[in-house]
């Protein structure tokens, strides 16, 4: 994210750090150990870019966020979004089992499963309490995002039915585990920014395609990128057996390519050669362009709520946001 002005940059690293300072208290427990694992995933970082959303989404009601009392619930919001983000952390990494969250080793494997759990289930608790303060309408919005992520992470477990398209089973399990939450987060901001309703629908919509457009960004650029490009490894979605966009397309493809595909993507991959093969046969299939056109189109729908909103630095923001994802992967 572009940050050109310095006025907005000032503004926003003040309500990061009320942010941060708001969600270090609201871990806090007279069970110390309690504290010290809700402390684990604070204290690990990350973006913050739902926090940071949501600031932003607060630049557009009136005065923006340095009109006095608003200033607080925007970052109480802030900090209610990030509280829940962090929860679904602790509950993916057993899902998934996984050893190690933002570099750090992850909750469930530090401790155990029991506790990583219980874990999030305290952070949603305090993202509640603090969501209370903020009114019916905003609980009532946050209980229906806690709906969303469960049923997309439910989908996602289960799979598509017979006879359901794969790739719009894919999309409605991306725009529910991820667009959902980052949605609500610019709905929030610029609600209790004072922010007209256009405005806030234009937030909400932004926010639920942009999250759209990150995950299937991720996805192309596990594929496309090499390591020492990307920063990760390539083909952690073939080791876990996740099917991804790039994937569902490839696999529509006719051809004798897309028969060893789909052999090779039956399971998960844990043979290096098996997953070099794969990826060299992803990498030449029609269905790897095919995903960075559908990652442009989302683009172009996140350019076009963006058009609703004034002209402001906080709106070049989020478009620099936008061309950033279209420009990532080639």
């Known amino acids: 994210m572009e940050l ?8 926003l690293e003040r309500g990061l750090t009320q942010v941060e300072e708001l969600l270090r208290r ?6 110390r150990f309690l504290t010290e694992t809700s402390l684990h995933l604070v204290e690990a970082g990350g973006k913050r870019f739902r926090s940071l959303f949501t600031l932003l989404a607060g630049q557009f009601g009136p005065g923006g966020l340095g009109q006095g009392g608003r200033m607080a619930d925007v970052v109480r919001a802030a900090a209610v979004v990030e509280l829940v983000h962090l929860a679904t952390l602790y509950h993916d990494d ?9 570099g ?4 469930n494997a530090r401790w155990d499963n029991t506790v990583a759990i219980l874990t999030g289930d305290f952070l949603f608790a305090h993202a509640s309490r ?6 019916p309408d905003a609980v009532r919005i946050i209980a229906r995002t806690f709906a969303e992520l469960v049923t997309g992470q439910m989908r996602e477990t289960l799979g598509p039915t017979a006879g359901t398209d ?12 991820t667009g959902s939450l980052i949605a609500t987060a610019g709905r929030y901001g610029a609600m209790f920014s004072g922010a007209p309703q256009e405005r806030v629908d234009a937030l909400r919509r932004f926010g639920e395609v942009i999250g759209t457009a990150f995950q299937i960004s991720d996805d192309i650029i596990d594929i496309a990128s090499p390591a020492a490009q990307s920063g990760k490894t390539p083909g952690t ?21 897309v028969d060893r595909l789909r ?12 997953i070099t093969e794969a990826l060299r046969l992803l990498r030449e299939s029609p269905g790897l362009d095919r995903a960075v056109r559908t990652l442009r189109s989302y683009a172009d729908l996140a350019r076009a709520e963006l058009a609703v909103l004034p002209a402001c630095p906080a709106r070049d923001a989020l478009a620099s946001v936008t061309d950033y994802l279209a420009a990532r992967t080639g």
């Open 4 to 11: 050109a002005d310095p006025e907005l940059r000032v503004v």
């Open 26 to 31: 609201e871990v806090q427990s007279e069970f």
């Open 94 to 102: 057993v899902m998934d089992e996984a050893t190690m969250r933002r």
């Open 104 to 107: 750090a080793v992850s909750a």
């Open 130 to 135: 603090l969501v209370a303060d903020l009114g």
């Open 166 to 177: 794969p790739v719009a089973h894919y999309l409605a399990v991306v725009a529910e585990k």
């Open 237 to 257: 979605d073939l080791r876990e057996g996740v099917r991804t966009l790039p994937m569902l397309y490839a696999l529509a493809e006719p051809g004798p390519r």
């Open 263 to 274: 052999v090779l993507l039956a399971r998960p991959l844990t043979d290096d050669a098996l």
